[in-house]
């Protein structure tokens, strides 16, 4: 039981040791990620169309 105790304790001191980002950096970071998924999604979506395209006049 002490093991697990410590085990918190522990978890606890390292958490006020994490540096959070601000709000900026967190949106202009949700942008980022979203401005990127955006592009691959397209990006595959081409991709798949062209196989598809590719696939249907070969058979």
Do not use: C
């Not at 304790?9 to 994490?18: C, D, N």
Request: hydrophobic content about 50%; glycine content about 4%.
């Amino acid at each position: 039981m002490k093991q697990i105790i410590n085990y918190f304790k522990e978890a606890l001191a390292e958490t006020k040791k994490v540096t959070w980002p601000t709000k900026q950096q967190t949106y202009d970071l949700t942008l980022v990620v979203v401005g990127v998924s955006l592009l691959v999604a397209f990006y595959i979506g081409v991709l798949d169309f062209i196989f598809q395209k590719l696939l249907t006049h070969i058979l």
